[in-house]
């Protein structure tokens, strides 16, 4: 008992465990509890507990005698007995070297599933008990691949409209003397700077939806602004497709949070809609309210989506149709800032398609406040 307590403190602490585990105390623990001490209900135990941190105590002879819930979590233990061999050879390595060492290790998660990557130290005590501290870094590992992903879609994503600027700007000094051939180069390097200038915007809104600034205070949204001012963004791709935009569903509905964020929105999966639309066709925005949610509903006629892209369709960068998005200038942020977004205000984003008949995207919002004297089924267009 005497043991556990030294060695509660010492983690508490965050000092050396060395100097407060000795043999006799140890010795002590165990007569006094009758063997290996796992979960028991000691003193001490059931604040160690609940650390988060993995906490396991070996013996001269490498016997567990004490490990607390964490560690069995994390997959340190198992049935009485360290479960990872690579452990096993860092405690055997330690024992030999008296020094203390750190690691990080990939343990299986207990159920099934990704591995759970934990950071080890493996301390020799004077009595020849190892004491093994393990931390779930897991998210830490997450985080970090999610940064490589980024750095290196952005890089990419960049390196193409410099690449082709550059060419091109190259191809029209070249031009001087034949203007039609200038006024040609002149054309695409406007529309591939417009590009460049898309992503480093959509860049920044997405970082400032994912918290990077203060998020805007939230007041009443009235979500017929919404429509309209997604509507009106998105007035110009429309016209030049021919592509006819029908608003129908409910009047006066009322959310909560940034009207400006809930019509960028909107307004990003209109353009999807358009952008993934052959001419001539039609995309419904429908509003309606469902208990204490409301929706907003874009669905198109165009080319839909593989069942095996729409678990990712909102990833950052992530296009189920490279070559299109790019041909109509899809940065393939849109639809992740549109799961920011809703994720911001309390509600989600999903979505439903059939290849070759088209896409329903629906945003659910919570609902504030119904107008009752607006609230009304409504039809118009754009």
Same mark, same amino acid.
């Given at each position: 008992m005497l043991g556990l307590a030294a060695l509660l403190a010492g983690i508490l602490v965050g000092g050396s465990l060395v100097a407060v585990l000795t043999h006799k105390s140890m010795r002590k623990a165990q007569s006094q509890e009758g063997g290996p001490v796992i979960a028991a209900n000691v003193p001490g135990e059931k604040v160690l507990a609940t650390l988060r941190a993995g906490v396991v105590l070996l013996g001269a002879r490498d016997e567990l005698e004490y490990a607390n819930h964490a560690a069995k979590t994390l997959g340190v233990i198992g049935d009485g007995h360290l479960d990872s061999s690579v452990l096993r050879g860092l405690v055997s390595h330690v024992r030999r070297s008296g020094k203390s060492r750190d690691a990080e290790l990939e343990l299986p998660r207990r159920g099934g599933g990704e591995p759970t990557h934990v950071r080890v130290r493996v301390t020799k005590l004077p009595d020849d008990s190892i004491v093994i501290e393990a931390e779930d870094i897991t998210e830490l590992h997450?985080?970090?691949?999610?940064?490589?992903?980024?750095?290196?879609?952005?890089?990419?994503?960049? @390196?193409?409209?410099?690449?082709?600027?550059?060419?091109?700007?190259? !191809?029209?000094s070249d031009a001087v003397d034949d203007p039609e051939a200038a006024a040609r180069f002149t054309a695409r390097i406007q529309h591939?700077?417009?590009r460049m200038?898309?992503?480093?915007?959509?860049?920044?809104?997405?970082s400032r939806v994912q918290g990077a600034e203060a998020a805007p205070e939230p007041v009443d949204v009235d979500v017929d602004r919404v429509v309209l001012e997604a509507l009106d963004r998105a007035r110009t791709g429309a016209a030049a497709k021919n592509i006819f935009i029908k608003v129908i569903g409910e009047r006066g509905l009322v959310s909560w949070g940034s009207e400006a964020q809930l019509a960028m929105a909107v307004g990003n999966l209109i353009d999807n809609a358009i952008n993934y639309s052959p001419a001539d066709t039609t995309v419904t925005v429908e509003t309606a309210a469902k208990g204490r949610e409301l929706s907003i509903t874009v669905t198109d006629q165009g080319i839909g989506i593989a069942e095996a892209d729409l678990d990712r369709i909102f990833e950052r960068f992530y296009r189920a149709d490279p070559a299109r998005s790019r041909a109509t200038g899809g940065t393939g942020l849109g639809l !992740?800032?549109? @799961?920011?977004?809703?994720?911001?205000?309390?509600? @989600?984003?999903?979505?439903?398609?059939?290849?070759?008949?088209?896409?329903t995207f629906t945003l659910l919002l919570p609902s504030r406040a119904v107008r009752s004297a607006d609230r009304a089924q409504t039809q118009g267009e754009m």
């Open positions: 997450r985080v970090e691949r999610v940064r490589r992903d980024f750095v290196a879609n952005v890089s990419h994503e960049l @390196k193409t409209p410099v690449g082709a600027m550059q060419l091109l700007a190259e !191809a029209l591939e700077s417009g200038a898309r992503l480093v915007s959509e860049l920044l809104e997405l !992740a800032i549109v @799961k920011h977004i809703a994720g911001n205000h309390g509600g @989600k984003v999903n979505v439903t398609s059939t290849p070759g008949t088209g896409s």
